[in-house]
């Protein structure tokens, strides 16, 4: 698919395609680690595609987005939304909103390595026990 203008949709649409690519990169890079039985691929994607391991690993990525990027994660995350999940807390959600709309933009706008970068480095996230 060929680029398209960010500009053009609101932060909300880029966190729409960002939480569908996100996803299916997720599940992507996780089939990358080698061969597993499906209830641990799912198990390990679902971990990725939390609410709360999202919001826990945008402060980890912050330092390495350029000022473009950190300002599009602001975007994201200020966006209304209606509904938040019970799983998540508001501030978890709206995060993640941030990340998405950050990893929706930079698909939108071809930048589809930058985007596998971020999600690599997001992975490499340790969650608190």
Known sequence: ????NPENYSPAAWAYVGDAYYELAMRLLTLQDGPKKMSVLHKETARFVRASFQALASHSIENMLSEEEREILRRGRNTKSGHIPKSASPTEYRLSTGVEGLIGYL????????AIEI???MRGCKEEE
């Open 107 to 114: 698909y939108l706008t071809g930048r589809e390595e930058r």
């Open 1 to 4: 698919m060929n680029s398209m």
């Open 119 to 121: 999600l690599k480095a």
